[in-house]
């Protein structure tokens, strides 16, 4: 017995480099699922600066500020930077941190691929930020990156298309190695339908992930050769289609959607539960519903683009399969308000946050039911209704879950509560802030004012202003967010194992804060 | 206390005041001029009042439990968890709603989509950025292009009431008459869009995509590319004035005039100063865009005109870049189908001799006319 602990612990010390090297070539899923979280943290508010600067430049009618190219390569690096470097890389950091907490194993399946998966993503974001300072400037095409626009630019742009396969590359070892945890490392009785959501969310997610990044992959490698190798994938006069690069953009662009919000869901199914006391009320009828989703979610892609001109019965097949959508989100929503229903509810800044999260997303939902009616659409395709209805579902939807998510489980990570007063006021500021930048653009967009301009008419004015009042309200606030996460870092209340008193699960049988390894010796569920 | 409700009331009076001044603030969709555009009107609205009800329904329940159901009023947690028949009815529900609504919008959608039996065709061709009109019918041809002056954008001078939103040269249809459109456009994907008719169709290089609308009444409507398209992508709106039947006959009249003057312009011969005169306001049409009005360009996406080795070097090349387009893959596009022999020998000339370029020679419409034909091997051969 004792050799064995002696043994144990030389192990430890050899697996021990300190300072960089200790995160270099960590494979441990905590310090990987750290790093994650950091990374994402940074690029948050690189992204977020740039949002700043695109709202002050829309402060008002004229050209005060910047370039109209510049303010182009604003919004595509704000989008590409939000979507893959601060949502994606934020819900892997999770996924890293608890689906092994959560299921009882002792690490991910692939420690050293791991380690891989992460440290390609600081290579990408190195590349897509750097090209700002290329001949040219960074990319200006959107992040949609549509052809012909995209084969004008410069160097940045197959810069960017390299970046783009890093980060893909990043992404698909990340789901293997989950989809392998998931599959094979559980404590025995474990079974499936006894898995907390947020590991079914990311279950699902991951093979998500698998099915469309080689998508992605290869609409952008046609993007390449387009534009160095004299190929016409995309290009009518050599007998390629622009609309077919968007057909195969939005194959991988929908599930991405999902990719985005299923983790989400998880994370907002595990806090409701928590903190009204009361099991989650359709646990299987929640399973159901994420899968019914993720699987719809190939079914609708070209609702992106009613306007390119598809037959009737294309506009209509999508029109149908895409509001059928609203039936299983419905089922989500339902099952969490009645969670909530004669519960015993408190209000700790995690909870607060997935009550935002549940009312706001289905006002974005509601928009994006309004946006699948196809003519309606016709209307509202390339205005700010839309820009208004995808912040609503990643701001309020997507990040707030990460905010809330950060509160529900840094105790455990620390060992240190976090100061409730200060999270409550980012909470409160965070939640005002995002409905005075984006409950405007609804309106911007039902008068007409489309999206991606650095200039307009005078009849958006006001609603601008408001819009650029509530983004430096919400940007700032996030320092709050910053603050409060170094302070519980170094110290604070000391946090209890359970932490919450309706919190259940395996990760909180485990030492608050969660040592080194944990489930070195797998838990038995009953 | 008194002083609270004086407060309550000065509050009031800035809030009315505020309501007042903010008379243009829009919250719904612009005021349709077409059948189509007021059917979808109608069709946002009853789903926006769907959206709102079951929005109450639900988070009228949730608030209610959070005030209810919190632990600090001493209320106890229930364990219920699991109900098929709840579970079927708030599936069902939501899909029986979404029937009712997805009936009408197909509705909608077939009528938008029947583009048969037109009065008059129109080719909207979209460029960087401008758009270009075809009467197939009458034979008219022109381009369209912001009409907002420069100090206006950058603040030098007070803005028009239709700042951004004016154009040189607008569409002219006849009022109550089916419009087919047929839309494409040259260099990369725009959007052509008019909210009070209800039309938005991407124009895709290559490809040919068709819409249509009959406007209700006289008027001028707006509206604006809608398709990311590059730099200017803000800037290239969208003015349609629709007129009387006798009006329409009047305008297609004059506009056959115009090109006919513009064709006699093609056979003649000018002196550098007319040239130069005539091209400065080709160049700030066509080119100020991208090689900037002071011809300096944009350092590493757009080359500079002041100095540059084609508009100091030998005047063939120089010619064949304008009408047959620049390297593959730039956004340098020919200008053969869009100027007139006169409009590109003017702007090569402008170009020649404007800003530091001070090269005295001219380029004749003759010696276009020449360059259209399979210039491009000649123009080695003319240094």
Not at chain 1, 119 to 143: D, E, Q, R, T, Y
Not at chain 2, 13 to 38: F, H, I, K
Not at chain 2, 61 to 81: C, E, I, N, Q, T
Request: with cysteine; glycine share 8%.
């Amino acid at each position: 017995m004792s050799d064995a602990a002696h043994a144990h612990d030389d192990h430890g010390h050899h697996a021990h480099p300190t300072g960089i090297m200790r995160w270099l070539t960590t494979t441990n899923h905590k310090d990987i699922g750290s790093l994650y979280l950091w990374f994402s943290l940074i690029m948050l508010f690189t992204a977020g600066s740039m949002a700043l600067l695109i709202r002050s430049e829309l402060f008002e009618p004229g050209m005060q500020l910047m370039h109209p190219d510049f303010f182009n390569q604003l919004t595509t690096m704000h989008g590409l930077i939000m979507i893959f470097g601060v949502i994606m890389p934020a819900f892997t950091g999770f996924a890293n941190w608890q689906v092994p907490l959560m299921i009882g194993a002792p690490d991910m399946a692939f420690p050293r691929m791991n380690n891989w998966s992460f440290w390609l993503l600081p290579v990408a974001g190195i590349m897509l930020l750097g090209s700002f300072w290329l001949p040219g400037g960074a990319v200006a095409g959107g992040w949609t990156m549509y052809p012909p626009l995209f084969i004008q630019g410069g160097v940045s742009y197959d810069l960017t298309i390299l970046a783009i396969h890093i980060m893909g590359l990043s992404s698909i070892m990340g789901s293997i190695n989950i989809i392998t945890t998931i599959l094979n490392m559980r404590a025995p009785g474990l079974t499936l339908m006894k898995m907390p959501m947020f590991v079914w969310t990311w279950l699902i997610t991951a093979y998500l992930l698998i099915a469309t990044m080689p998508v992605l992959a290869g609409a952008v490698t046609m993007l390449l050769t387009d534009r160095n190798f004299g190929t016409h994938f995309f290009n009518a006069a050599g007998g390629g289609d622009p609309v077919m690069f968007q057909h195969i953009f939005w194959f991988f662009g929908h599930p991405e959607v999902y990719i985005l919000i299923l983790p989400a869901f998880g994370i907002i199914s595990q806090i409701i539960p928590t903190f009204s006391r009361k099991p989650l009320f359709g646990y299987a009828s929640m399973v159901y519903a994420t899968a019914s989703i993720a699987i719809l979610s190939f079914t609708v892609w070209a609702h992106h683009m009613f306007a390119v001109g598809m037959p009737v019965a294309a506009q209509l097949f999508f029109m149908f399969s895409t509001m059928l959508i609203a039936v299983p989100t419905g089922v989500k929503v339902f099952n969490w308000v009645a969670t909530m229903w004669k519960g015993s509810l408190t209000f700790e800044t995690p909870m607060l946050f997935a009550i935002a999260f549940v009312c706001l997303f289905t006002i974005g939902g509601f928009s994006g039911l309004v946006l699948a009616m196809a003519p309606v659409d016709i209307q509202l395709q390339d205005t700010y209704y839309v820009v208004a209805h995808f912040h609503y579902v990643l701001v309020s939807g997507a990040l707030f879950s990460i905010f809330a998510g950060i509160y529900y489980w840094l105790p455990k990570w620390t060992g240190h509560m976090y100061n409730e007063t200060l999270g409550k006021t980012h909470f409160w500021l965070s939640v005002i802030g995002m409905n005075i930048v984006f409950f405007p653009m609804h309106f911007l967009g039902l008068a007409g004012m489309p999206r991606r301009i650095p200039d307009y008419a005078l009849q958006f004015t006001e609603f601008n202003q408001i819009a650029t009042v509530g983004a430096f309200i919400f940007g700032f606030s996030q320092l709050i967010f910053l603050v409060l996460v170094l302070k519980t870092i170094k110290g604070g209340a000391k946090a209890s194992d359970q932490v919450w008193e309706g919190a259940q699960g395996l990760e909180w049988t485990v030492p608050s804060p969660a040592p080194y390894h944990t489930f070195e010796t797998a838990p038995v569920v009953k | 206390m008194k002083s609270m409700w004086q407060r309550a009331g000065v509050m009031g009076a800035v809030w009315a005041a505020s309501q007042s001044a903010l008379a243009d603030y829009a919250y719904n969709l612009q005021p349709p001029a077409s059948q189509v555009a007021r059917e979808v009107f109608h069709l946002h609205n009853l789903i926006m009042l769907v959206c709102v009800g079951i929005f109450i329904i639900v988070f009228g329940m949730m608030f209610y439990s959070l005030v209810k159901h919190r632990k600090s009023v001493g209320h106890k947690a229930a364990h219920f968890h699991e109900n098929t028949t709840v579970e079927i009815i708030w599936t069902i529900i939501p899909f029986i709603i979404l029937v009712g609504m997805a009936y009408p919008a197909a509705k909608v959608v077939i009528e938008m989509k029947d583009t048969s039996n037109p009065d008059m065709t129109v080719k909207i061709t979209g460029y960087q950025w401008k758009w270009g009109y075809d009467y197939l019918n009458e034979g008219v041809h022109f381009y369209s292009t912001l009409a907002t002056p420069r100090e206006q954008i950058d603040g030098t001078a007070a803005k028009d009431e239709h700042y951004l939103l004016e154009v040189d040269d607008p569409m002219v249809v006849p009022v109550g008459k089916r419009v087919r459109l047929l839309i494409t456009a040259n260099d990369v994907i725009h959007s052509w869009w008019v909210p009070a008719f209800g039309v938005k169709q991407d124009g895709i290089p290559g490809f040919i995509r068709d819409s249509w609308f009959k406007a209700d009444k006289i008027g001028t409507y707006r509206g604006q590319c809608a398709e990311l398209c590059g730099k200017d992508h803000g800037f290239m709106p969208i003015v349609v004035k629709v007129v009387s039947e006798e009006d329409y006959k009047a305008w297609v009249a004059k506009k056959k005039g115009t090109a006919q003057a513009a064709a006699a312009d093609n056979t003649k011969t000018f002196d550098v100063k007319e040239l130069v005169k005539r091209g400065e306001k080709v160049y700030q049409a066509n080119c100020a865009a991208c090689h900037q009005a002071n011809g300096m360009g944009l350092p590493g996406v757009f080359p500079a005109m002041n100095g540059s080795k084609v508009a100091t070097g030998p005047i063939a090349a120089h010619i064949n870049i304008v009408v047959h387009g620049g390297r593959p893959g730039t956004a340098m596009v020919g200008f053969a189908d869009r100027l007139s022999d006169a409009e590109i020998a003017a702007v090569v000339t402008y170009e020649r001799n404007a800003w530091d370029n001070k090269m005295g020679d001219a380029a004749q419409p003759a010696d276009i006319a020449a360059a259209r034909g399979g210039a491009v091997a000649a123009a080695p051969a003319a240094q």
